[in-house]
């Protein structure tokens, strides 16, 4: 029983720390933002930070890891002989939707890039593990999952730079509509 309390803890105490790192991008960009201001906005002491995290770039890694398992569920969900191609896009797009606010205000900044770097790993990560048992070139592989990393973030950019009055459905049928072909050339 006490266990699970700690692990509860533990996981308010991360999210906390999530929570106030995505407001605070939101509000100053990530340049700017240091740890202190991540203590304070979140409610917790340097001692418990330095306990699950080595930095604030060590935060942002692991918030995108949480991202990360999200979508992989997306993967996952389906039957297990029916997977469907790029299964976590929708998903993808409804994150980028719902974090409009935060996306907006770090395009184009310093930190829009740190955060675009990541995005692109993550994305390029879920690809390649989708296409792993199907592929039969490794190289190949690793440009399906740059393309697709790519095209998602330069979707994203246009979208919400522009203000794209398209939902978060047409979005994603029009990226699959453009992509899985491509995809399907490569295998």
């Known amino acids: 029983m006490e266990q699970a309390t700690q692990d509860k803890r533990v996981r308010r ?3 906390a720390l999530v929570r106030a790192l995505v407001e605070l991008m939101a509000e100053s ?3 700017k933002l240091s740890v202190q201001q991540i203590l304070e906005r979140a409610s917790v ?7 699950h995290y080595r ?5 942002l890694r692991s918030s995108f890891d949480n991202l ?3 979508l992989a569920e997306h993967c996952h ?5 029916s997977v469907e191609p790029l299964a976590f896009s929708l998903a993808f797009f409804q994150h980028v939707d719902s974090h409009r606010k935060l996306y907006r205000a770090i395009v184009g900044r310093e930190s829009g890039a ?3 770097r990541q995005m692109r790993r993550l994305l390029a990560d879920l690809v390649r593990e989708e296409m792993g048992p199907h592929s039969r070139d490794v190289k190949r592989a690793e440009l399906a999952a740059q393309y697709v990393a790519g095209a998602m973030a330069s979707i994203v950019t246009w979208w919400l730079d522009r ?3 398209l939902t978060v459905e047409e979005i994603n049928a029009l990226f699959r509509r453009m992509t899985l072909p491509a995809l399907h050339a490569m295998r």
């Open 55 to 59: 930095s604030k770039e060590d935060l």
């Open 68 to 70: 990360r398992e999200q």
């Open 163 to 165: 203000s794209i009055k």
């Open 114 to 116: 740190i955060v675009d």
């Open 13 to 15: 105490t991360k999210q």
């Open 77 to 81: 969900a389906g039957t297990p002989n």
């Open 29 to 31: 960009g990530y340049e």
């Open 45 to 51: 002491g340097r001692a418990t930070f330095y306990l």
